[in-house]
């Protein structure tokens, strides 16, 4: 139950980025479901592997490194759907910045 919760959250978090930023574009809430979901697999599996794989470049710049990682999965979840659309890796990089902080927010949520 928790987890579908969590997935409905981070889809109205996804409209919200979109209400609040106009560098990302949801068409509905069934394409923000959809887009939550690709995100948090892409966030799941792809972000682990990429940090392990950049690893030397992320400590060069002490960690800043991972919000390009960020910025990219969430450009490329944004490239496989129809539904959602980011206008560039700059729209990209605030877009996730934004919808990060409103996760931490629905994970503090959740936990408290």
Request: aromatic fraction near 12%; charged fraction near 5%.
């Amino acid at each position: 139950m928790k987890f579908i919760l969590k997935w409905l959250l981070a889809a109205c978090a996804l409209l919200l980025v979109a209400y609040l930023y106009p560098g990302v574009q949801v068409q509905n809430f069934g394409s923000a479901l959809i887009a939550a979901a690709v995100v948090g697999v892409f966030y799941t599996l792809l972000r682990p592997l990429l940090i392990v794989l950049t690893l030397p470049v992320t400590l060069v710049t002490l960690g800043l490194f991972l919000f390009v990682i960020n910025a990219l999965l969430f450009w490329a979840a944004a490239g496989v759907l129809d539904g959602f659309h980011v206008n560039g890796f700059l729209a990209a990089l605030l877009g996730s910045l934004i919808y990060s902080a409103l996760m931490l927010v629905v994970d503090a949520a959740l936990k408290g």
